[in-house]
T-cell receptor, first 111, second 114 residues
């Protein structure tokens, strides 16, 4: 299964932007990058996904490097509710629709 | 509610007991997945259904684990002769179809084997 690498933990202050990095050096041309997050005692929740271009939605932005070997999830103004484990997932043809979660990044948001 | 529903939320089983975990996906969702999440770890894939067909069961850890989705909607994950290492949260997810569609997860069933 395709492997991504993320920092184990990050910390942010409320109302400040947060940039969560992800490396996916083995990505192939047809692989997408998906981000999910998991709040305490909840199932994972979809955040965003993209292929090559930067993507924006109501929750976050996804910036994908030109060589596609890394990406950054951007939360524009962190709130306490954004404290969660964030997972970056490389999803391609060989994986079908199955999601391969790593250990993710535990985001702490300080008031 | 319109989300993925799992029951029970919590299950305590004695070692050797059989358990059945239920998942009600979002209506109309073709794809259904089961994941296992150990404490402090990310979810790990168990099995995948497209409608009633089980297309991938490569993640099932042993032949004690069995999943079904006979009518292409509700799914059941059954674990026979439970062992302590089966203790985990079991997550169900559904999506509209294959490929890059958003997966919706339930809250999971926390199984504790004593």
């Amino acid at each position: 299964d395709a492997k991504t690498t993320q920092p184990n933990s990050m910390e942010s202050n409320e109302e400040e932007p947060v940039h969560l990095p992800c490396n996916h050096s083995t990505i192939s041309g047809t692989d997408y990058i998906h981000w999910y997050r998991q709040l305490p005692s909840q199932g994972p929740e979809y955040v965003i996904h993209g292929l090559t271009s930067n993507v924006n939605n109501r929750m976050a932005s996804l910036a994908i490097a030109e060589d596609r070997k890394s990406s950054t999830l951007i939360l524009h103004r962190a709130t306490l509710r954004d404290a969660a484990v964030y997972y970056c997932i490389q999803l391609g043809e060989t994986s079908g629709s199955r999601l391969t979660f790593g250990e993710g990044t535990q985001l702490t948001v300080n008031p | 509610g319109a989300g993925v529903s799992q029951s029970p939320r919590y299950k305590v089983a004695k070692r050797g007991q059989d358990v059945a975990l239920r998942c009600d996906p979002i209506s109309g969702h073709v794809s259904l997945f089961w994941y296992q999440q150990a404490l402090g770890q990310g979810p790990e894939f168990l099995t995948y259904f497209q409608n009633e067909a089980q297309l991938d069961k490569s993640g099932l850890p042993s032949d004690r684990f069995f999943a079904e989705r006979p009518e292409g909607s509700v799914s059941t994950l059954k674990i026979q002769r439970t062992q302590q290492e089966d203790s985990a949260v079991y997550l169900c997810a559904s999506s509209l179809g294959r490929g890059h569609t958003e997966a919706f997860f339930g809250q999971g069933t926390r199984l504790t084997v004593v």
